[in-house]
């Protein structure tokens, strides 16, 4: 197998509060993991990418300081969107790249943040 | 640059045939990914081809021609469930094993 989950699967939070999203893969070990976001019938857009035990490679135009990432282990990445705002509502998906499996990348079932 | 193209929008029939072409230009290549992506849910692995050639997973097969900047994915057997967007994606190297995407190939299987 490959599962990536993610968690949670959507979330409902007020403006000015942060939210904290997880990616796992449950079954292998992940080198590199990955954030995105997609807007509805929009094309996926990356935000970053994480390695295990170093800081995050953040898109240009992504605020790091907003769109917070750690990753603790192989097989945990968490992104915190802090200070949200209603324009960050979107639909949030991980990708692990399966680290015995040369470039193969997965991803997690996405997570849909709404902001009120 | 990276650049990838793939038709924009496909229709067939139920029980048909469809193939979704996707062409590359990239500075180098270490791989191309199909996903399929159902409308709301995230994207799910179709395939992964690093070599020349087809590889054939059940109903669906994808081809590889590094030569021609060129892969296809090939649909058979349609069926009602198969209606989704299919990306193309492109593994370049020294890009941080950032995958680069098509806009994706909206298929709409009609009964």
Known sequence: GA?????????????????????????????????????????????????????????????????????????????????????????????????????????????????? | GQNIDQPTEMTATEGAIVQINCTYQTSGFNGLFWYQQHAGEAPTFLSYNVLDGLEEKGRFSSFLSRSKGYSYLLLKELQMKDSASYLCAVFPPGAGNKLTFGGGTRVLVKP
């Open chain 1, 3 to 116: 599962v990536v989950s993610q968690h949670p699967s959507w979330v409902i939070c007020k403006s000015g509060t942060s939210v904290k999203i997880e990616c796992r893969s449950l079954d292998f070990q992940a080198t590199t993991m990955f954030w995105y976001r997609q807007f509805p019938k929009q094309s996926l857009m990356l935000m970053a990418t994480s390695n295990e035990g170093s800081k995050a490679t953040y898109e240009q135009g992504v605020e790091k300081d907003k769109f917070l990432i750690n990753h603790a282990s192989l097989t945990l990445s968490t992104l915190t969107v802090t200070s949200a705002h209603p324009e960050d509502s979107s639909f949030y998906i991980c990708s692990a790249q399966y680290r015995d499996r040369g470039g193969e990348q997965y991803f997690g079932p996405g997570t849909r943040l709404t902001v009120t």
